[in-house]
């Protein structure tokens, strides 16, 4: 899993604060994914980002959560207001351009709420 | 819907007994299956990307094939390091190509 970088690790909030999970991309991808992986359940599509927009939200929960891939900088994945039911581990993937390309993952971040 | 169907939840095997697992998939059109192992606390790790049935690939003791309903994943000759979560994805011709579904994996474990 060599390039695709996340931070923090591990992420400890409390209820009701804000968890902020970076992801750089492998060097020469500019496509950014993000997965969720909750105990017990498989990994869940939230969000599929290029430079600066976003192509395809249709995983992302409705309230609280946002993301945003910079033309600088890393791609941000934001919980605003956490709950006990966002503990989980955050992936994200990177991929080249062009369609049918494989996506490299990163290690994740893992979140837990207190 | 979508679905993505892995069996066996988990198989243990001993060093040197080969297996398969099994990953069957319910899609209005598939662009692509992909194939990942995930090892505890690390991200998935890309395998292999099957594309239309008949179609095989092989990387060392690992060797995947696809149908139209399903694909296999063989494992020849199993060792411990194989030892992992095997996860199958699938790519649909009705979502963004950037999106897989991923299936719940198979434990694997091979002991010595």
């Known amino acids: 899993n060599a390039g695709v970088m996340q931070n923090p690790r591990h992420l400890v909030r409390r209820r009701g604060q804000e968890a902020r999970l970076r992801c750089s991309p492998m060097?020469?991808?500019?496509?950014v994914y993000w997965y969720r992986q909750l105990p017990e359940e498989g990994l869940k599509f939230m969000v599929y980002?290029?430079?600066?927009?976003?192509?395809?939200e249709s995983g992302m929960p409705k309230e609280r959560f946002s993301a945003e891939f910079p033309k600088e900088g890393p791609s941000i994945l934001r919980i605003q207001q956490v709950v006990r039911g966002d503990s989980a581990a955050y992936f994200c993937?990177?991929?080249?351009?062009?369609?049918?390309?494989?996506?490299?993952f990163g290690d994740g971040t893992r979140l837990s709420i207190l | 819907e979508d679905q993505v169907t892995q069996s066996p939840e988990a198989l243990r095997l001993q060093e040197g007994e080969s297996s398969s697992l099994n990953c069957s998939y319910t899609v209005s059109g598939l662009r692509g299956l992909f194939w990942y192992r995930q090892d505890p606390g690390k991200g998935p790790e890309f395998l292999f990307t099957?594309?239309?049935a008949g179609e095989e690939k092989e990387k060392e003791r690992l060797k995947a094939t696809l149908t139209k309903k399903e694909s296999f994943l063989h494992i020849t000759a199993p060792k411990p390091e194989d030892s992992a979560t095997y996860l199958c994805?699938?790519?649909?011709?009705?979502?963004?190509?950037?999106?897989?579904?991923f299936g719940a994996g198979t434990q694997v474990v091979v002991t010595p």
């Open positions: 980002l290029q430079k600066e927009n976003i192509i395809d």
């Open positions: 060097k020469g991808h500019s496509h």
């Open positions: 099957l594309y239309s």
């Open positions: 994805a699938v790519q649909t011709t009705t979502d963004s190509w950037g999106k897989l579904q």
């Open positions: 993937a990177s991929s080249p351009s062009g369609p049918n390309q494989p996506q490299h």
